[in-house]
């Protein structure tokens, strides 16, 4: 008796979108993955602008999100798995998040009020 040795590849992704409610991901062997953007709370709560800077890595296995710092791999959303982040890390994360925005907000506002002043002084 013979037996064929059949050949798989391991899946790659090709693309990924994130919008509002989910991550889409292309794969390079036609499929799209689609999962609820909820299962991963650090998208979740993202910024557009921070869910659409990420990047694809190792041959298309990873994803990598740098502002977030997220990573998910092709694997785990083939296999239907959600963010293993703990209640306590994710609120760590989350109030992480909330003093760096205080002092993003600080910063922009001074440097309004310092914008303001050089064009009063002309």
Do not use: C
């Amino acid at each position: 008796m013979t037996s064929s040795v059949v050949e798989t590849q391991e899946t790659r992704a090709q693309s990924v979108k994130v919008n509002g409610e989910a991550l889409t991901v292309d794969l390079a062997d036609g499929r799209t993955i689609i999962v609820p953007l909820v299962w991963f709370p650090r998208l979740w709560h993202g910024t557009p602008r921070e869910r659409s800077h990420f990047e694809i890595f190792g041959e298309g296995r990873y994803i990598h999100w740098p502002d977030l710092d997220e990573d998910l791999t092709v694997t785990g959303l083939l296999a239907g798995r959600q963010s293993g982040e703990s209640l306590e890390s994710l609120a760590v994360w989350l109030d992480s998040r909330k003093v760096a925005g205080r002092k993003r907000a600080s910063r922009e506002a001074h440097a309004a009020a310092r914008s303001a002043k050089q064009k009063s002084l002309r």
